[in-house]
């Protein structure tokens, strides 16, 4: 959204050009116009196009479902008819036409009357302006969502990786520090509040009968996300303690430790379901749920790293003795920062816990390491629109390039190669949120330079 | 950018003229296949995929009630993670609009995706899960294989009888679903066969590990009869020449894991003369199985492990109970509860592992057979346990 370029001597990027001056308001109603299209037209531009069905995930799932049909009947013979290489275009029209041109066009048809609305919000409190932003968001998503189940398990696994990459990224991009340990804390997290909404409110072979019968149960969600977040944090006081004396390698070696030790004691403990792992959890992480937690998430992080202690885990970062020099309570900081990356860690494990409505210790092991690793390094350190910008595209890519198999795991690596080839530190790294430039009027499409 | 925009309406001006007219999708019966084609274990997927494929080349048309319908499998990868298998299920269930869904087959991501399946009241069979809770409370998610509270005790009986084992030593892999339960099983029979303390050594392992001498030193040294090792294909062999190097000399038992992937590539002469109990026996088959194996041989150019079986008379009882539903009305949600109903109705359906009938939790009532490993190292029939 507001991607432009802000680093001087560059011009506007290509993507703010073509949008025009529309704030961020012009660019939210916009998307609420293309998916409000899309849900009263799409079925018949989608029939128009002769699409087999709506495209789901802008396209590039039909896209990639042709491209593995072809590279199927190159290389294995199987039956490809070739009428389905229409596809092709179909999709990039249906897109085009869904996507790209009403975004673009309500974009930069209200972009007068968006920023003069942009300009009174600017004037309002910024809580006030804050939601209004996010009910326009939310309601896009709901709308989105709203057309198929998939998309709905889609996006709320989405939101959960962007929560658990920014709690990440607290650690290995603020910080510095290369920690291994995340999945582990968002186990402790998925776990404790398992254990507290199925062993109270579910009967459960493994925990059984229900402890608590209360009607309005499902209200006692943010407590159990706030117990499964606080037992992380708690975790992590563990890691935290010997990470003061130790850097680089060694913490690395440390953390991953603690991810396997933690991995090995759900494992064997065997009124937690061992290796089998606990199911049945309540259905209460909806759309709306999810959206807040990460909402507030993404708030409370973005505060915390641009406060004083944020700018004290920079200095950590760029060189501890200095920083401690400096008056810099390094100790201080490097604990506060891994129970609050653990903390948030712990929530995002919560909640994908009632996402799933099952966990077992198999899935917090390196390979969702490897997973949330990927998204902080390629979305871009020491940034929040970084975290949010790697989970979003690597959990769409890895959706979207579902039917491509082992190709996926082809060309997910590669982009990864490529994007830390040429940007080292990842897409969108070191750049500062600022939520009230991002909602403000945008008078002139170039401003300072 | 004109040049583009041209290429774009010749395009779907080509598109509109070519493609066939739509509404033909009527007469297609689509089932969905969640397997892990990537990940971990791809050698399940593969099979899987194998068995289908197969049978579609059998089976290209089914007539239910004197309409023809052709059918059509939708595979989607799970990566052999539950994430992963929810969101495929969804996918197929509410995308492509499956009928009925063949897999997931590791517990891991059956589980899950069983909670999917019955929300979304479409019928589901795990040809392999093992797990109580991938069907429990479910009425629409059913499995294809007997479940390891009965293949415990098959493998206790069978050590007690064949072997007049009188201590038996387990070894395992703690941090896997599948060995860790059964191992319990196994040793919950044999005790109460010959009375508490009767298994000697309750030994185990982490996923991963690949030096057993500090287990097999216990287990050695407890002097048991039998060693029972429920582990998967790629642990056997390893397991079998830990005991031979420690001079451990008695049999060595296993469980129907060692029958899928290359257990005999990896392990060759060692693994000769072992026992294990399984779905179905691949040497000295008879009737359909034969041709089963003989056609998935002379296709694949490999015997088929009992994932492809089992993924075989999975696909086999789903398009049974389409047939017995007498007619499908075409409103998909409606046909998914009427083919659950015909499923859990199916009595002793002639599988080439068995014959099955569903309990009302959706588990098959099946006998389970127990194979040697014969000097060709061919699985060979021993003999059939029933329940």
């Known amino acids: 959204m507001t991607k432009e370029a802000i680093s001087p001597g560059r011009g506007p990027s290509a993507v703010r050009r073509i949008l025009g001056p529309a704030p961020l308001l012009g660019l939210l109603t916009g998307a609420l116009a293309c998916v409000l299209i899309e849900r009263f037209f799409g079925q018949q531009v989608s029939d128009l196009l002769h699409l087999p069905k709506m495209p789901v995930l802008f396209g590039i799932l039909t896209i990639s479902k042709v491209v593995a049909g072809l590279v199927n009947a190159l290389f294995k013979g199987a039956a490809f008819e070739g009428i389905e290489l229409l596809q092709l275009p ?6 085009a036409v869904v996507y790209l041109l009403p975004l673009i066009g309500v974009g930069r048809i209200t972009a007068g009357a968006a920023n003069r609305a942009a300009a009174a919000l600017a004037r309002m ?19 989105w969502a709203g057309m198929s189940d998939y998309r709905l398990i889609t996006l709320n696994l989405t939101l959960i990786a962007v929560l658990f990459t920014l709690s990440l990224n607290i650690i290995n991009g603020y910080m ?35 402890l608590v019968a209360m009607p309005m149960d499902y209200l006692t969600f943010p407590l159990a996300l706030i117990l499964g977040g606080g037992a992380a944090a708690a975790g992590a006081l563990i890691i935290a303690i010997p990470s003061f004396k130790t850097r680089g390698d060694y913490l690395a070696i440390i953390s991953l430790a603690f991810l396997f030790i933690v991995k090995s004691l759900f494992e064997n403990l065997q009124v937690l379901g061992g290796a089998r792992g606990i199911a049945g959890q309540p259905d209460w992480a909806t759309l709306p749920v999810i959206f807040a937690v990460v909402v507030l998430g993404i708030w409370i992080i973005n505060n915390f790293v641009t406060s004083t202690l944020g700018k004290a885990l920079n200095a950590v970062r760029d060189d501890e003795t200095a920083a401690e020099a400096m008056t810099v309570n390094t100790r201080r900081v490097k604990m506060t920062a891994f129970l609050v990356g653990a903390f948030w860690a712990g929530v995002a494990g919560g909640l994908l816990a009632h996402v799933l409505r099952y966990i077992n210790p198999a899935m917090f092991g390196v390979q969702k390491l490897a997973e949330v690793l990927a998204m902080v390094y390629f979305g871009g350190l020491n940034s929040v629109y970084g975290s949010i910008v790697g989970a979003v595209s690597i959990s769409l890519l890895g959706e979207a390039l579902r039917p491509l198999e082992i190709l996926k795991w082809i060309f997910i690596p590669l982009l990864l190669i490529l994007v830390m080839i040429y940007r080292p530190t990842g897409l969108v790294a070191f750049r500062d949120f600022d939520l009230r430039k991002a909602m403000g009027p945008r008078t002139d499409s170039r401003p300072k330079v | ?49 194998n068995a289908a494929e197969m049978y579609l080349k059998q089976v290209p048309t089914v ?9 059509k499998f939708v595979y989607e990868d799970n990566e052999f993670k539950a994430e992963s298998a929810v969101k495929a299920i969804t996918k197929l269930i509410t995308e492509e609009e499956v009928l009925g869904v063949i897999g997931p087959q590791a517990s891991a991501q059956a589980v899950p995706a069983g909670e999917v399946a019955n929300n979304y009241a479409t019928p589901m069979i795990s040809p392999w899960s093992t797990n109580p809770n991938t069907t429990l409370n479910r009425p629409y998610v059913f499995r294809g294989c007997f479940l390891d509270p009965f293949q415990g005790p ?12 009188k201590k038996a030593a387990v070894l395992y892999d703690i941090a896997s679903d599948y060995p860790k339960g059964l191992a319990e099983f196994f040793k919950q029979a044999f005790e109460k066969i ?20 500090a287990q097999m030193a216990n287990i050695v040294a407890s002097g048991a009869d039998i060693l029972f090792t ?6 056997v062999p390893l397991i079998v020449r830990a005991a031979k190097e420690n001079g451990f000399s008695k049999p060595i038992m296993g469980s129907d894991s060692w029958g899928s992937g290359d257990l005999m590539g990896l392990c060759g002469d060692d693994c000769k003369g072992l026992f294990f109990s399984t779905h179905y026996a691949a040497a000295g088959a008879q009737g359909a199985t034969k041709a089963f194996i003989d056609q998935y041989s002379a296709a694949y150019g490999k015997t088929p492990d009992d994932v492809a079986a089992l993924t075989w008379d999975s696909l086999g009882l789903m398009i049974q109970a389409i047939q017995n539903t007498g007619g499908l009305s075409g409103d998909i949600k409606a046909d998914r509860t009427k083919v659950k109903d015909a499923l859990a109705a199916i009595k002793d359906y002639p599988g080439i592992t068995g014959k099955m009938t569903f309990t009302p939790e959706g588990d098959p009532i099946k006998c389970a057979v127990v194979v040697k490993i014969n000097d060709q190292g061919q699985f060979a029939f021993h003999k059939s346990v029933c329940p």
């Open chain 1, 176 to 210: 510095g520090e290369f920690s291994c340990s995340h999945p582990a804390f968002m186990a402790i997290g998925a776990y404790i509040s398992s254990l507290f909404t199925v062993g109270l409110f579910v009967d459960d072979k493994v925990l059984g009968k229900a």
């Open chain 1, 90 to 95: 179909a999709a990039g029209v249906y897109f």
């Open chain 1, 125 to 143: 409190p910024l809580p006030a302006s804050a939601l209004v932003h996010l009910g326009l968001m939310y309601v896009t998503l709901h709308v």
């Open chain 2, 230 to 235: 429920p582990q998967y294909y790629s642990e």
């Open chain 2, 154 to 165: 098959v493998a206790a009986n069978f050590a007690t009888e064949e072997f007049g084992a």
């Open chain 2, 194 to 213: 010959h009375g508490p303390g009767a298994v000697v050594a309750f030994e185990s392992f982490t996923t991963g590990d690949k030096d057993f001498s």
């Open chain 2, 63 to 71: 007539v239910v009630a004197g309409k023809t319908y052709a059918l």
């Open chain 2, 1 to 49: 950018m004109r040049k583009g925009l041209l290429l774009m309406v010749t395009l779907i001006g080509l598109g509109l003229a070519l493609s066939p007219a739509a509404g033909a999708a009527n007469d297609v019966i689509r089932l969905g296949f969640p397997i892990p084609l990537t990940g971990e274990n791809p050698d399940v997927g593969a099979s899987s995929k």
